[in-house]
Structure formats: structure tokens, C-alpha cells
């Protein structure tokens, strides 16, 4: 087992476009309906708010399911922001024991893997903890994950921690791999990103665009 020295402090600690890689695992309807750590809802609208940051800005992105034809299918909001990408339909409940996935986060060259899981305390946990143990610097999405119990979920997160991983929600990501909003290619995107899964931001977000747009002399 390789010795995991994760960056934690400094500018190096910050995830970038270019620097990471996410791994989506498991959102599919049997996983969704055994979620009671987060209102299975809003985890969809955290979990399709980190799929569409990762697109906005290039952030290789793999889905993969487990035993689908029984689980079922990649929910379809999810799905639905990478259309073309099959999801990789695993049997090992740990996805870092499945080749093809470790195979695609090596071809990504990146040094940094971010996970969202269902459910938060196997199929999160464990790629964490093994990924650590392969000398990766791991990140985890707590709010675009999910525990069969508040307890099992927050028991996870103290073993990945624990461990050494990082944890931060949906919106730090998106605003971590913003940093400037002199970055402006990105800017539309990520404004679209808080309009619909923003919850408050986006609607006060959407209220200041209606004021500005009804400034004369205003275009938004």
C-alpha cells in the first residue's frame, strides 16, 4: 500500500479545472430511494449541480452504476447533463476495485479525484479509503451523496476524513474551480448553474437580473 500525502494546506490544496477528475457512483433508483441522510431531492439537485460544474469546465467526468438491470438506470436528470456517456455497470460494490475505473482516472493524468456516492458509507467510503491507500489526493461531495441513516452517513465522513480525504459540498466545487470572476468564459455557465440549483442564491440571483434588466439603458 502506497503512503497517501494529500495537499491540504495552500493554493496547491484548491481543486482546478485541470487539476481533477469526478467520479460519479451509483445514483441510480434503488440507491436514491434508500437515502435518509439528505432529502433524496435535493441530493439529485446537488448531484446534477456537480455534474454540470464538471462540464462547464472540462473536468473529466466518469458515471458508473452498479448491477443496473437491477438497481435500475442512471437517474435521468444526471444522465441527462452527459448524454453520450454510457455509465460503466460494475458488480464490485467498491468502485476502486474495478480496473476499468481506476484504468480511466490514470488515462485523465490528473492528480486530484472527486467523489459523490450513493450510498455515503460503502460505495463512497470505500473508493475513498482505497484510492487514499494508492497515494491519490481525494476529495468527497457530502450533500451530492447519501447514508441509509444521518448516522451512517455521518459516520463515513468522520472514517474518510479520518483517512485523509477532504470533504466539500456541491456549490464549493462549482466556486473552487470558478475562483475569479474575471474568468469570464465560464461565468454563463456557472450563472445558470445557481439559477437552477442555487436554491436561494439563484432565486435572489434572478431577482437582481429582473432589476437590472428593467434599468434603462440596462442590457442583461
Not at 460519479?24 to 446537488?46: C, E, R, T, W, Y
Not at 482505497?130 to 447514508?147: K, N, R
Not at 465522513?157 to 462549482?174: D, E
Not at 440549483?197 to 440571483?205: C, K, Q, Y
Request: include cysteine.
Amino acid at each position: 500500500m502506497k503512503t497517501s500525502q494529500p495537499v491540504k494546506v495552500g493554493l496547491d490544496a484548491m481543486l482546478t479545472p485541470d487539476n481533477c477528475a469526478l467520479m460519479l457512483i451509483d445514483h441510480q433508483p434503488f440507491q436514491v430511494s434508500g437515502v435518509k441522510s439528505i432529502d433524496p431531492a435535493l441530493m439529485i439537485n446537488n448531484v446534477v449541480a456537480l455534474a454540470k460544474t464538471a462540464k462547464v469546465f472540462g473536468v473529466p467526468t466518469l458515471l458508473t452504476t452498479v448491477i443496473e438491470e437491477r438497481g435500475g438506470y442512471l437517474i435521468k436528470q444526471l444522465q441527462d447533463v452527459f448524454p453520450e456517456q454510457k455509465p460503466i455497470n460494475r458488480t464490485t460494490i467498491n468502485t476502486w476495485e474495478d480496473e476499468r475505473c481506476v484504468e480511466w482516472f490514470r488515462k485523465t493524468g490528473r492528480k486530484k479525484i472527486v467523489f459523490a456516492a450513493l450510498w455515503t458509507e460503502v460505495c463512497l467510503a470505500f473508493p475513498v479509503i482505497h484510492a487514499l491507500g494508492d497515494g491519490h489526493e481525494v476529495y468527497f461531495v457530502t450533500d451530492a451523496s447519501g447514508g441509509g441513516t444521518v448516522e451512517s452517513h455521518e459516520m463515513a465522513v468522520l472514517r474518510m476524513v479520518q483517512a485523509g480525504a477532504i470533504p466539500l459540498t456541491s456549490m464549493v466545487f462549482t466556486a473552487e474551480l470558478q475562483r475569479d470572476w474575471a474568468r469570464e468564459k465560464t461565468v454563463p455557465g456557472v450563472t445558470e448553474i445557481l439559477l437552477t440549483h442555487g436554491g436561494a442564491v439563484g432565486t435572489n440571483l434572478a431577482w437582481e437580473f429582473q432589476l437590472l434588466k428593467n434599468q434603462p439603458g440596462v442590457g442583461v
